[in-house]
Nanobody
Framework: VQLVESGGGSVQAGGSLRLSCAAS????????MGWFRQAPGKEREGVAH????????TYADSVKGRFTISRDNGRNTLYLQMDDLKPEDSATYYC?????????????????WGRGTQVTVS
């Protein structure tokens, strides 16, 4: 599976961005998918993940109520809507996918990864 993130950029605090993760080489409908982020000097952090049908979502406490993860299996694409952005959300955001039960951050760490997209909030 090849994953390509897009939609990052620079935005002022309180603004919004929508990240996309397009997949190729495989149909994603059988994959658990998620978003991670890593800021300079900090450990990689799980942001959100979503099950194969898009019916079960999990969020890090730091983004609950502000970020929304979703997927369009017909388009083979994962999304992350980010609202009310804060400077501490600045990081490189990565999407990940794996097809092993259960769908969780630990499993995703050993799955397929994209190269990331940069988000800067000032």
């Amino acid at each position: 599976v090849q994953l390509v993130e897009s939609g990052g950029g620079s935005v002022q605090a309180g603004g919004s961005l929508r990240l996309s993760c397009a997949a190729s080489g495989y149909t994603l409908s059988s994959f658990c998918m998620g978003w991670f982020r890593q800021a300079p000097g900090k450990e990689r952090e799980g942001v959100a993940h979503i099950d194969t049908l898009g019916s079960i979502t999990t969020y890090a406490d730091s983004v609950k109520g502000r970020f929304t993860i979703s997927r369009d299996n017909g388009r083979n694409t994962l999304y992350l809507q980010m609202d009310d952005l804060k400077p501490e959300d600045s990081a490189t955001y990565y999407c990940a996918a794996h097809n092993v039960y259960p769908c969780d951050f630990e499993g995703l760490k050993s799955g397929c990864w994209g190269r990331g997209t940069q988000v800067t909030v000032s």
